[in-house]
T-cell receptor, first 107, second 113 residues
Framework: KNEVEQSPQNLTAQEGEFITINCSYSVGISALHWLQQHPGGGIVSLFMLSSGKKKHGRLIATINIQEKHSSLHITASHPRDSAVYIC?????????FGEGTQLTVNP | NAGVTQTPKFQVLKTGQSMTLQCAQDMNHEYMSWYRQDPGMGLRLIHYSVGAGITDQGEVPNGYNVSRSTTEDFPLRLLSAAPSQTSVYFCATCPTGSSYEQYFGPGTRLTVT
């Protein structure tokens, strides 16, 4: 069974700080997703990765297939980035989620 | 496009009652899935479907039934509600297979007393 571990569980930052959230998984995957869940509960997909690196605005996601590790970086963090960030791996038709990282960015 | 819609948004049931959570999508996505989200547990897959007429079990299928008679709809049925099924339920879709970007519905908050 694939386990997906995220760290840290909780993260508090000051506006403008560079943030990193980590995700490790235990078996080979076909894709890794980063999701964002806002305080109102809605979930949106940020990135889908199978290799390398992707960038969207201030968000950067990287994956190292050999080390079974992915990171989500937020540059110049802002209070509107406050949310739960969830790592999700896909292996065939099975999906496994991390427990999420609660990020709070203070002004 | 409405995207992924779920109804109802909130529901309170008594133990033993049955109900159906509705999920509909207008994006012609083949892959649809149901998750439950509980504090400290993350999202867990209940059932999924790779196309009309095809369903399969996820990680926590007990107590739930699904069917997929059309591409658009994927209802989740609770046969006899139990307090352990108190949770927030999310429906999600993908164009083809689970390796693509997922689109989530707004969620249904269910309380079983």
């Amino acid at each position: 069974k694939n386990e997906v571990e995220q760290s840290p569980q909780n993260l508090t930052a000051q506006e403008g700080e560079f943030i990193t959230i980590n995700c490790s998984y235990s078996v080979g995957i076909s894709a890794l997703h980063w999701l964002q869940q806002h305080p109102g509960g809605g979930i949106v997909s940020l990135f889908m990765l199978s290799s390398g690196k992707k960038k969207h605005g201030r968000l950067i996601a990287t994956i190292n297939i050999q080390e079974k590790h992915s990171s989500l970086h937020i540059t110049a963090s802002h209070p509107r980035d406050s949310a739960v960030y969830i790592c999700q791996e896909t292996s065939g038709s099975r999906l496994t989620f991390g427990e999420g990282t609660q990020l709070t960015v203070n002004p | 496009n409405a995207g992924v819609t779920q109804t109802p948004k909130f529901q309170v049931l008594k133990t033993g009652q049955s109900m159906t959570l509705q999920c509909a999508q207008d994006m012609n996505h083949e892959y649809m899935s149901w998750y439950r989200q509980d504090p400290g547990m993350g999202l867990r897959l209940i059932h999924y479907s790779v196309g009309a007429g095809i369903t399969d079990q996820g990680e926590v299928p007990n107590g739930y039934n699904v069917s997929r008679s059309t591409t658009e709809d994927f209802p989740l049925r609770l046969l006899s509600a139990a307090p352990s099924q108190t949770s927030v339920y999310f429906c999600a879709t993908c164009p083809t297979g689970s390796s693509y970007e997922q689109y989530f519905g707004p969620g249904t908050r269910l309380t079983v007393t």
